[in-house]
């Protein structure tokens, strides 16, 4: 059984930033690629940034592009989530996911953690 847990999450005013992280157990991490995921209330869930396996693909939602920063790693099998600039329409829950592939598709990844929410004052 794989286990993800977000930790990070919080309040901040637009234009600071916030670092996310993901711990994974119960499998070694090296062994999948990591999404992250936002969803606000109402709204769909939205691929915000992904990694692959050995770090050597990564992929950003263009929302996203230039402002927050996705990394891993797998020695501590750990990942994270830069998150700078930030603005009101970032305010969500954060997930973390792994998967078989770096995907911009949530139904890819195989496991979920619980969520960190992150709310960003106008």
């Known amino acids: 059984q794989v286990q993800l847990v977000e930790s990070g999450g919080g309040l901040v005013q637009a234009g600071g930033s916030l670092r996310l992280f993901c711990s994974v157990s119960g499998r070694p991490f090296s062994g999948y690629a990591m ?4 969803q606000a209330p109402g709204k769909e869930r939205e691929f915000v940034a992904g990694i692959s396996r050995t ?5 950003y939602a263009e929302s996203v592009k230039g402002r927050f920063t996705i990394s891993r790693d797998n020695a501590k099998n750990t990942g994270a989530l830069q998150m700078n600039s930030l603005k009101a329409e970032d305010t969500a829950v954060y ?9 911009l598709y949530s139904r890819v990844y195989t496991y979920w953690g619980q969520g960190t929410q992150v709310t960003v004052s106008a």
Do not use: T
């Open 95 to 103: 997930y973390c996911a792994v998967g078989s592939v770096l995907s």
């Open 55 to 59: 770090g050597g693909s990564i992929n």
């Open 35 to 38: 999404g992250w995921f936002r």
